[in-house]
């Protein structure tokens, strides 16, 4: 999981312009993204043609063939010229990954009034050709290479490229069964297959606990260095001395399991049952986890699983996401709310003390439970769920303001309008569970529905238009 991204570059032009240009945009454009992006595996035409560029159908299935091979996750296919229509949109169809399009703004007119390049006509050109064959692409506005249009709308390519590669065939571990009375994390296991070719993967929660008590009889050196690391991470004063190790073994054997199955993210069932039969809460491990890239949700919500994954990937698993309920909204600001959950934040997003402490709601008061307020800044909110085989992706963003203190992980998000995003999550298909990420990716995530079949996307705010603004101006 989580490799780096592969890219395949398919640049293109058109024999009736200048071949020089052409070629000379080509090698700027390559270079300029391997700055943006150095850790991006680029994967070139060199070895097509003399000039690295396609030209002819034959040479975009030669591409094709080439993409398929390498395993790229998307393609960018700059019009280094007018470009060849026929040959890219093909190429891009065989390929089946997401397509990003652009070409550089021509410049004036030669002295002898000739044109070099006419990228722009070539790209609504190949627009059309692509709507018409089913292939769908983003498109940066044709601009020049040094400007923050073209940098922001790529480097946001990369991230929704990112959430397409780890959403679609997505494996999502599953511990044990959803709690009796959630009927609101009931899923379609059968759609998400059909639909998506998401895998969900369950596990027994008899298995998963013999496997921590086995951890526990005998400690390998690696279970103790991790419940090292744990006290060093959070401050454990008040908790029983066997605690960090009964998390470290938890956590391991829930890596064994990740790394046996190839899990993407993982929903596991988190009361009653882990209290009853480790005296524990695992709250601290989803903390862990999600900080280390492999995302936890609460609940057994597969759903939760889903999305975090999907807006985890958008950071290039650089940033960690935290699992909230929307639980009340702020007592003396109208428009912010409060976002809890019993403490699975990852401790790389708090602020001051990171102390762990007991359950203050479910009768065992087992320990485990982290109690930290999330670090300030902007937030990005998010939710993929589902009804009668119709899926959407709600998608906001706000910032954290100050708030009274409560027991557990939280932090309060203020909007522009917060009746407007009850009302949206009331009339659903959403529930109380929301994936969030310190950061603004609603524009990442706008760019990754569009190359998902089967979901839409549902923005609160920005709005569908002020996103598309943004985009367009480079202010993401």
């Known amino acids: 999981m989580n490799q780096a ?33 150095p850790d991006v595996a680029i994967v070139d035409l060199e070895s097509l043609n003399d ?6 159908v034959e040479e975009g299935e030669r591409a094709a063939e ?49 044109r070099l390049r006419d990228s722009q006509c070539g790209l609504f050109a190949t627009s059309k050709v692509m709507l018409r064959m089913g292939v769908k692409f983003t498109y940066i506005p044709n601009c020049r290479l040094d400007t923050e249009v073209f940098a922001n709308g790529y480097l946001n390519f ?15 571990g599953q511990v044990s069964t959803r709690p009796r009375d959630f009927y609101s994390v009931i899923i379609n296991e059968g759609e998400l297959l059909e639909q998506f070719g998401i895998h969900v993967v369950p596990i027994d929660l008899g298995k998963l606990v013999k496997e921590v008590r086995d951890l526990l009889r005998a400690p390998t050196a ?3 260095e991790t419940a090292a690391g744990m006290s060093k991470t959070a401050n454990f004063t008040g908790m029983s001395t066997e605690l960090p190790l009964k998390l470290a073994a938890l956590k391991m054997a829930l890596l064994k399991w990740q790394a046996a199955e190839n899990l993407g993210a993982a929903a596991l069932q988190c009361w009653d049952t882990l209290q009853d039969e480790l005296d524990l809460c695992s709250c601290f491990v989803h903390a862990e986890l999600t900080d280390g890239g492999f995302p936890i949700a609460c609940e057994t919500d597969i759903h939760g699983a889903i999305t975090s994954l999907l807006l985890q990937s958008c950071s290039h698993f650089r940033e960690p996401t935290f699992f909230a309920d929307l639980t009340i909204r702020h007592p003396g600001n109208d428009n912010a709310e409060l976002l809890w959950h019993c403490g699975p934040f990852p401790a ?3 602020q001051g003390d990171r102390k762990i402490c007991r359950h203050f709601v ?62 949206k999550i009331i009339y659903g298909p959403y529930i109380h569970h929301v994936s969030c990420a310190l950061g603004r990716y609603a524009p990442a995530l706008y760019e990754a529905a569009r190359h998902i079949d089967g979901l839409e ?9 002020e996103i598309q603004a943004a985009l367009r101006e480079g202010r993401v």
């Open 222 to 224: 690696e279970v103790r």
């Open 66 to 114: 080439l993409f398929i091979a390498k395993g790229v996750d998307g393609i960018f296919c700059p019009h280094c010229n007018f470009g060849t229509e026929d040959a890219v949109a093909l190429a891009a169809r065989k390929v089946g990954k997401p397509v990003l399009l652009w070409g550089p703004r021509d410049e004036a007119p030669t002295a002898t009034g000739e």
């Open 5 to 37: 991204l592969r890219l395949g570059f398919m640049p293109t032009r058109r024999r009736f312009f200048s071949r020089e240009d052409a070629i000379k945009y080509k090698e700027l454009t390559l270079a300029k993204i391997k700055a943006l992006a």
């Open 348 to 350: 790389s997003l708090a």
């Open 158 to 172: 990369l991230r929704a490229t990112d959430a397409v590669k780890h959403f679609r065939g997505a494996r999502i």
């Open 51 to 56: 000039e690295g560029l396609i030209r002819t």
């Open 457 to 465: 996307f549902d923005p609160v705010e920005p709005t569908r238009e």
């Open 362 to 423: 479910l009768p065992s008061h087992a320990e485990g439970v982290c109690n930290w307020q999330l670090k300030d800044g902007p937030v990005t909110i998010s939710r993929f769920d589902g009804l009668r085989g119709k899926y959407s992706l709600l998608c906001g963003e706000g910032r954290t303001v100050p708030g009274p203190y409560c027991q557990g992980t939280y932090t309060y998000v203020e909007v522009k309008d917060w009746p407007r995003w009850e009302e």
